[in-house]
C-alpha cells in the first residue's frame, strides 16, 4: 500500500510539473521545474529501498546482512539535490525578474498575445 501512495505521489508531482511547464508565464514556469526536482528527488529516495527503524552504520563485529541497513547513499544524494536545486531556483527567479523588468512582460517568449 505505501509502495502506491508514493508512486501516486511521484505521478502527480511529474504531471503537474509538466503541465506547468507548458503554460505561457514565466513564473509557472519556475514553480513547474520546481515540482519536477520534488518529483525526482523523491524518485531517487524511494529507490533506495525505503526501511523504517534500520540502522544506517554498520557494526564492526560480525559480518554484515546489506538487507538489515539503510543505504546512506540515496538520502545523500536527495540532500545535495535538494540544496543544489534551492539555488538554481533562487539564480532562475532572479533571471525571470531581470527579464521581465528588460521585456516588459512576463510570457515565455516575451510578447503578450494579441
Do not use: K
Amino acid at each position: 500500500m505505501n509502495e502506491v501512495v508514493v508512486a501516486c505521489a511521484i505521478g502527480v508531482l511529474t504531471a503537474s510539473g509538466v503541465w506547468l511547464l507548458l503554460r505561457p508565464r514565466t513564473f509557472q514556469v519556475a514553480i513547474g521545474l520546481s515540482l519536477l526536482s520534488y518529483a525526482v528527488n523523491l524518485f531517487i529516495f524511494a529507490m533506495g529501498r525505503l526501511r523504517i527503524g534500520a540502522a544506517p552504520i554498520v557494526a564492526a563485529a560480525g559480518t554484515p546482512d546489506p538487507a538489515a541497513f539503510a543505504d546512506p547513499l540515496p538520502q545523500a544524494l536527495v540532500l545535495t539535490a535538494i540544496v543544489i536545486g534551492f539555488a538554481t531556483t533562487a539564480l532562475l527567479l532572479v533571471v525571470l525578474l531581470a527579464a521581465r523588468g528588460l521585456t516588459g512582460t512576463d510570457h515565455v517568449d516575451g510578447r503578450e498575445p494579441e
